[in-house]
């Protein structure tokens, strides 16, 4: 068999707890709600490889990739990083430089294709019951991720990269008992499936699409 063959419904997903599914099965996650779903489309995939822990900012995601060597390319690399970054203040600046060079990590294990690439919106967690109890400020938190995920759909535009923003899901009943894991923080597998039917028709559209010339 064939690189090209063996490559052709492989799906890696990178980012942070949110692509892991803290707090739920794996089968839970959306990574793994959206082959699924686009499976039962008809649209071959394979379940993801997932290079992804709870934590991680943006430069911990690259380390992550330099120590795993992912071989694609993949049909579709997805990428959800930026929630870590914002939770310990560091820099948007930083996370603007941090995210294109992953964004163009992301393309390269495309095969060199931006189409084959899918990038979600940063959710918003300063409503949660965790937020509250912490202390976090909503509406601070609330301005931050905006200004993160503008930063990222910009970047995204810049290399026509498909971008879905979940943000508004995150916070459409996202505080409810059932839309969050038991540790009042992390998203319910209800939730992650809301995420993943938004990401849907983007990511099918993508994978229906003729490969690059």
Excluded: K
Excluded at 71 to 82: E, N, R
Excluded at 128 to 157: K, L, S, W
């Amino acid at each position: 068999m064939s690189e090209t063959t063996a490559t052709t419904t492989s799906y890696l997903a990178l980012g942070d707890s949110y692509t892991i599914g803290e707090g739920v099965p794996q089968a839970g996650s959306w990574p793994f709600h959206l082959a699924t779903a686009l499976r039962a489309q008809g649209i071959p995939l394979d379940d993801p490889q997932v290079i992804a822990t709870t934590g991680w900012t943006t430069d911990e995601l690259a380390a992550a990739i330099d120590a795993e060597a992912p071989q694609g390319p993949y049909a579709l690399v997805s990428l959800l990083i930026g929630v870590n970054n914002q939770y310990r203040g560091r820099p948007l600046a930083e996370y603007r430089q941090q995210f294109e060079q992953l964004l163009q990590r992301a393309i390269a294990l495309a095969g060199e294709d931006p189409r084959r690439v899918l990038v979600l919106s940063t959710p918003d967690w300063g409503f949660t019951p965790y937020a509250q109890q912490h202390g976090r400020d909503a509406a601070q938190v609330a301005r931050e991720i905006d200004d993160f995920n503008a930063a990222a759909q910009a970047c995204c535009g810049d290399y026509g990269v498909a971008f879905v923003d979940i943000t508004p899901t995150s916070r459409d009943n996202g505080q409810d008992a059932q839309m969050l894991a038991e540790d009042g923080l992390h998203p319910s597998a209800l939730m992650y499936q809301r995420w993943m039917q938004a990401a849907l028709p983007t990511a099918a559209e993508l994978l229906l699409a003729a490969p690059a010339a």
